[in-house]
């Protein structure tokens, strides 16, 4: 007995064979949008996060409990997505005449080589008074925004590609690149703000004065140190309330963008 592939047939294989293609883009939206996104903004404006008096969680400072966390999910669904595109395409890699796919596959090889240098230099760097810290530091800082700065156009690059519905995610992923600038200027302005306050407590408990991202000088004094955090309170919530601004616009924005990839 013979069997015949019907039209419907080969439509529900072709689709079964594109699955770990869209799973790609899917978890490369999630990782690059919604939680990259949110390290980097977490890293560089989240230090002085308090919530009421505390500003450690379990043990550790909570600016740093957020960005590692979103970090290490965004560098776990970004070598996720590599092994999908690995086994869609058979461990074989794009020929450079598919001109839109071979630039995509380079900018993402350079992302995912970046994201495991971040997380080795992670595992390994040295203790925070260390002599060389600053040179993790720098190293760290740099690694990423190179990292997040490439994802912006290796996903402009392959939506080139798209056959449908590209004007729909260019619209998308233009919205959220706005949007990124948007929050940074705010974060930007607040952060002027929070310095102000924090001047304002440095001066009149020391003459020195700390760095933006520094913690303060508090004097120990019960009344005198609620009336000093009382100050900075108002710009912590603030910044908070914009993090999480921040992640529900990501996350609202990603979802329609992995929708049409699904749709492709």
């Not at 919530?51 to 669904?77: C, M, N, P, Y």
Request: hydrophobic share 50%; glycine share 4%; with cysteine.
């Amino acid at each position: 007995m013979t069997s015949t592939i019907t039209p419907t047939d080969e439509h529900v294989t072709e689709v079964e064979d594109d699955t770990y293609e869209f799973a790609h883009g899917t978890v490369m939206i999630l990782a690059w949008i919604v939680f990259a996104s949110t390290a980097v903004l977490f890293a560089r404006y989240g230090r002085t996060i308090r919530i009421g008096s505390k500003d450690t969680f379990l043990g550790e400072k909570i600016w740093f409990q957020v960005h590692r966390t979103v970090a290490l999910l965004a560098t776990v669904l970004t070598l996720l997505g590599f092994f999908f595109i690995l086994v869609q395409t058979h461990g074989e890699w794009v020929e450079s005449d598919e001109y839109y796919r071979f630039v995509h596959s380079v900018l993402g090889g350079i992302i995912v080589c970046c994201a495991l240098v971040q997380a080795w230099m992670a595992l390994f760097r040295c203790h925070p008074d260390g002599k060389f810290r600053f040179i993790y530091n720098w190293l760290h800082r740099l690694t990423g925004l190179l990292t997040f700065f490439l994802s912006v156009p290796t996903i402009f690059v392959i939506i080139a590609d798209f056959s449908t519905n590209r004007t729909g995610m260019i619209i998308i992923l233009s919205i959220w690149s706005a949007w990124v600038v948007f929050i940074v200027i705010v974060l930007e302005v607040v952060q002027c703000f929070l310095q102000r306050s924090l001047k304002q407590i440095n001066m009149k408990n020391k003459p020195e004065l700390y760095a933006l991202r520094e913690p303060p000088f508090i004097n120990r004094n019960t009344n005198t140190e609620n009336n000093d955090l009382s100050v900075m309170t108002p710009w912590h919530y603030i910044t908070l309330v914009l993090f999480l601004l921040h992640f529900l616009v990501s996350i609202a924005l990603a979802i329609p963008l992995i929708i049409i990839v699904w749709q492709q």
